[in-house]
């Protein structure tokens, strides 16, 4: 039998179908040594960021590795005057996640979620499954079985 993660453990539970891939035994430290590793699009696979807003609210941001979060179109769609990334030291307290493995699955809260709109152009996207050398695959309607989220277009252009 294969290594499950909670996120994985989370989705069986919720019978959500998903395909997961690991890249455990190499030297993939980035979203794009991750990409190169797995041999998939830039654009398809997305790192899972959380923010802090001026209200103190957290939110979670899913963008694709090769893109940045622009920061004014976030804290607009969450209605914040302005938004920060959360310092990494924080991150394990505040979503039970550390830097590299955070997935928007499985949080310690259930936080705002805001999907990049351009997942919408793919049959699947891919992100962490809450460990460090685990991905999963799923198809966006999968997904919203297991979180509420928004689409939403959150990138620099």
Known sequence: ???????????????????????????????????????????????????????????????????????????????EKAIKMLKAKDLLAITGYVHGGCSPIGMKKNFLTIIDASAANFQTIMFSAGKIGYQIEINLEELKKAIKFNLIDIIKN
């Open 1 to 79: 039998m294969s290594y499950k993660t909670n996120v994985m453990r989370i989705l069986d539970k919720t019978k959500v179908k998903y395909k997961s891939h690991n890249y455990v035994n190499t030297n993939a430290i980035n979203g794009i040594d991750v990409v190169n590793v797995l041999n998939q699009n830039p654009k398809q696979v997305f790192k899972t960021l959380v923010t802090v807003g001026k209200t103190n609210e957290y939110y979670v941001f899913v963008v694709p590795v090769s893109d940045e979060l622009d920061l004014k179109k976030a804290a607009n769609c969450v209605n």
